[in-house]
Nanobody, 121 residues
Framework: QVQLVESGGGLVQAGDSLRLSCAASGRTFSNYAMKWFRQAPGQEREFIVGIGRSSTYYTDSVKGRFTISRDNAKNTVYLQMNSLKPEDTAVYYC????????????????WGQGTQVTVSP
């Protein structure tokens, strides 16, 4: 069982930066692929980034602006979001899936509760 708790969301202006954190419970954090999804109002949940042991995946809409990283010593995964746009407004969810090689998969086993990110024009 893995419990995930996100933090760092908020209201920012277009062009600003924000860093989300996701703290995970459990002793085998390093064995999990970690991912971030987001869900905008009226839209389906979207897989945006994933990280394995060191390999990363980014969907096209965030490539070059967002960076995912992990600190296995702290059981934490981060999402650095730069050059934010109003279309990035969404609830952001941290997720985990067993097996680091699954970092590009759109599925996840464990989910956080989500954190709201709002980008004003």
């Amino acid at each position: 069982q893995v419990q995930l708790v996100e933090s760092g969301g908020g209201l920012v202006q277009a062009g600003d930066s924000l860093r989300l954190s996701c703290a995970a419970s459990g002793r085998t954090f390093s064995n999990y692929a970690m991912k971030w999804f987001r869900q905008a109002p009226g839209q389906e949940r979207e897989f945006i980034v994933g990280i394995g042991r060191s390999s990363t995946y980014y969907t096209d809409s965030v490539k070059g602006r967002f960076t995912i990283s992990r600190d296995n010593a702290k059981n934490t995964v981060y999402l650095q979001m730069n050059s934010l746009k109003p279309e990035d407004t969404a609830v952001y969810y941290c997720a985990a899936q067993g097996g680091v090689s699954s970092y590009k998969s759109t599925s996840a086993t464990y989910w956080g509760q989500g954190t709201q990110v709002t980008v004003s024009p």
